[in-house]
């Protein structure tokens, strides 16, 4: 069975920093190559912050542009999303997902794995 297992989420102050790590168990890709972070805060809808394709290419929200990093380590089956300079807003819980396709995985959440989530709060 496939599991996705995010952690490091925690509580920070504005400016600081966290490593959210989203661990695979079971076999996922091939076919689910493209993973992502997603968000969802309190009352808001779910968000994408960022993606990766099995060749490593990237997308960025732009309100995390030049803030987060997304990477991920096939060899240890796990993706990684770095998050610099943390803003309140940027309080949510996080969700790690699995596609077929960057497009599926935007587009077609239904069809995606997800991860439980991890908190992240950021105090000003």
Excluded at 60 to 80: E, G
Aim: proline share 4%; hydrophobic share 35%; net charge neutral.
């Amino acid at each position: 069975q496939v599991r996705l297992v995010e952690s490091g989420g925690g509580s920070v102050e504005a400016g600081g920093s966290l490593r959210l790590t989203c661990v695979v168990s079971g076999r996922i890709y091939p076919p689910y190559n493209s993973l992502g972070w997603f968000r969802q805060a309190p009352g808001k809808d779910r968000e994408e912050v960022a993606a990766i394709d099995g060749d490593g290419a990237t997308t960025y929200a732009d309100s995390v542009k030049d803030r987060f990093t997304i990477t991920r380590d096939n060899a240890q089956l796990s993706l990684y999303l770095q998050m610099n300079d943390l803003k309140p807003n940027d309080s949510a819980q996080y969700y790690c997902a699995a596609a077929r396709s960057q497009w599926l995985l935007i587009n077609r959440p239904d069809t995606n794995i997800w991860g439980q989530g991890t908190q992240v709060t950021v105090s000003s």
